[in-house]
């Protein structure tokens, strides 16, 4: 079967929730520290190396930006947090803006939150877990850049993210990711298809 995602299209860059598409249908957003893997992850689910901007310079997506898969479903793809360097007034737009999203959005069907299988589970990380919590949001996690790891310390590194996550009372599915060897791209895309109710045949 064709990858149903292959068909995103770029929809919209927002500054302000004026911005965002009208309500309707479902969303999928992708979050995550800056530089985690975000666009990149989006790029290689929908085979699409062109659709979300990546880049090695960190804070580099300060928009949201919203693409459509068809009128009724849309994938989002959110800025960056967690990044040290940035001006503390850019700080609080990027917490204005998601707060904007994630608080007031009921056609968010789950959030993928993305994080660097070397340096799982930050502060910023735990913080967006339990604000999907609360809001009752499902969440699933991306280990991404496994290509970094050797298999042994890559499935290591699963385990003990599973365990404090279990331990720390949250419930979310976790699993590992490659953007640049595609590793995991089916598992999310079975994830992504369980959230917009996709019947994949
Ligand atoms: N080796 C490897 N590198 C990756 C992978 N995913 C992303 N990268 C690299 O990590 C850097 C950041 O990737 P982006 O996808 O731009 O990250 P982002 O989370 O969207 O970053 P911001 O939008 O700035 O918050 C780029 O240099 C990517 O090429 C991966 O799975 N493996
Ligand atoms: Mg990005």
């Not at 800025?79 to 707060?99: D, I, N």
Request: glycine letters at 6%.
């Amino acid at each position: 079967m064709k990858n149903y995602y292959q068909r995103a299209r770029f929809l919209i860059s927002a500054s302000q929730s004026s911005q965002f598409p009208n309500e309707g249908g479902l969303e999928v957003a992708f979050a995550g520290r800056s530089n985690a893997g975000k666009s990149s992850a989006l790029n290689t689910l929908c085979e699409n190396k062109n659709l979300a901007r990546t880049s090695k310079t960190p804070g580099r997506t300060q928009l949201i930006n919203f693409f459509s898969l068809d009128d009724q479903r849309r994938l989002v793809d959110l800025p960056g947090y967690g990044y040290a360097k940035v001006p503390e007034a850019m700080r609080l737009e990027w917490q204005r803006l998601m707060e904007d999203y994630l608080g007031n959005r009921p056609v968010l069907a789950g959030l993928v939150i993305i994080m660097d299988i070397r340096h799982p589970l930050k502060d910023y990380d735990l913080q967006m877990l339990e604000w999907c919590q609360h809001f009752g949001t499902p969440t699933h996690i991306l280990l991404t850049k496994a290509d970094k790891l050797k298999k042994g310390p890559a499935a290591q590194s699963l385990q003990k993210v599973r365990n404090v996550l279990k331990k720390e009372g949250f419930d979310t599915s976790v699993q590992m990711f490659s953007a640049l060897n595609k590793t995991g791209t089916e598992e999310l895309q079975n994830k992504l298809n369980d959230w917009f109710d996709i019947d994949a045949e």
